[in-house]
């Protein structure tokens, strides 16, 4: 979206009867730059109406919430066809619906939660290691759980993959030779569709991952074709010999509930993981290439315009802040995941994550910790 320039409506001041016979007096304000929010995403055609449009009274409604000028909603909704009248009567009203009285007081609890998480992020902020995440080469099961994982922290395990054969044997021929005759589900057709992760079943397909090898091989920096989120290649019986080339870390892991608790993620340089939370704690080990993984404090959330399920629509690595203006705020941790260490990615922690070059990962919800939590995630999408 492109910056929002104030709108030149030259009206004179309007004296206006409503319905209950008050007068109403409008001083426009031509001079108000808009905020991204005042811009409608499908403005209605410019055509008279007798009663407001639903759309258009969520707009209202959204925008008073924000604090917004009656002058400038009603200029808005006047510029874009809305009889002055029906305007004038809907914001000047509105304050008064009880729904909306209603609305509002949820509205100040959920003010409350987020100034809470804003103040927490703020202390944060004043440590040292606020924008790092610790590299330790191994942590014992209480370390890991008193230092890391009961406090909500990530952190990056160094020397724990060293049993595995994975480091040595996973390359495409092998994975070809040994497990190419084997289903697998993909992604396809990603960069067709921005929302192509919340879009997951329409581009879900099946093919060989012989064939998926060779376009993976041969693709080089892409993120056209991906394994599907939450993929169950690891539980396919043919599939049980890569357990074979791992260690699923006793101290923290429980190697006999590993089946639909494991994942295994293959593909090209370019493969982008959207920014989202995971609702679980989760364990992402690198066997082959590099991986950047921004990564973005749960305190931050109301910066990032979440409102589908654990997604943000904001691309990190290439942020519209004339969309996404609070995106600003965000202090996100990058790192770069080598190969042979481990993340820990604590539940609610945002994170955004692309393939430096060709890359193989394994990640673990299977703690021997509880990692059951009761989420209460957005659906309502943009208003229109």
Same mark, same amino acid.
């Given at each position: ?41 499908? +403005? ?8 407001? +449009? ?50 509002? $007081? ?96 329409? &581009? ?32 396919? $019986? ?38 989202? &939370?995971?609702? /679980? ?56 995941? &080598? ?7 604590? /539940? ?13 990962? /394994? ?22």
């Amino acid at each position: 979206m492109t910056d929002i320039q104030p709108l030149k409506i030259t009206l004179p001041p309007l004296q206006i009867t409503l319905s209950d016979g008050q007068q109403v007096s409008l001083q426009w304000l031509p001079q108000s730059p808009l905020s991204e929010s005042l811009q409608p995403a499908h +403005p209605p055609e410019l055509t008279q109406v007798s009663q407001l +449009p639903d759309g258009w009274k969520k707009w209202v409604a959204a925008n008073k919430f924000l604090n917004q000028s009656d002058d400038v909603l009603i200029e808005c909704m006047v510029k874009n066809g809305i009889d002055v009248k029906l305007a004038v009567e809907e914001v000047t009203n509105l304050a008064n619906q009880p729904y909306f009285q209603a609305a509002q $007081e949820v509205l100040q609890k959920l003010e409350k939660l987020e100034s809470i998480l804003q103040i927490k992020n703020q202390l944060a902020a004043l440590g040292s290691d606020y924008n790092s995440i610790p590299r330790v080469p191994f942590l014992s099961k209480d370390e890991f759980l008193d230092q890391y994982y009961s406090q909500n922290k990530p952190v990056i395990l160094t020397d724990i993959m060293k049993n595995w054969g994975a480091m040595e044997r996973w390359t495409p021929e092998y994975l070809k030779a040994n497990y190419g005759n084997v289903g697998i589900q993909v992604q396809g057709n990603r960069n067709s569709d921005p929302n192509y992760e919340i879009n997951l079943e329409q &581009h879900r397909k099946t093919m060989l991952f012989e064939d998926y090898i060779d376009w993976v091989v041969r693709a080089g920096e892409t993120n056209d074709y991906y394994m599907v989120a939450n993929n169950h290649t690891l539980n396919r $019986e043919e599939m049980q010999g890569l357990f074979d080339d791992m260690e699923v870390f006793p101290e923290y892991l429980d190697p006999a509930n590993k089946t639909g608790r494991t994942f295994f993620w293959f593909g090209s340089s370019g493969t982008v993981t959207p920014l989202h &939370h995971d609702p /679980v704690n989760i364990f992402l080990a690198q066997v082959s290439g590099r991986k950047l993984i921004k990564m973005i404090s749960p305190e931050q959330t109301p910066f990032l315009y979440n409102n589908i399920g654990v997604f943000s629509p904001i691309d990190p690595g290439n942020p519209d802040y004339n969309r996404y203006p609070l995106y600003r705020n965000v202090r996100s941790i990058d790192v770069i995941l &080598h190969p042979g260490e481990v993340i820990f990615l604590p /539940v609610g922690w945002w994170h955004y994550v692309k393939a430096l070059e060709m890359s193989i990962s /394994v990640s673990f919800i299977n703690f021997i910790f509880p990692n059951n939590y009761d989420w209460k995630n957005p659906s309502f999408g943009h208003y229109s």
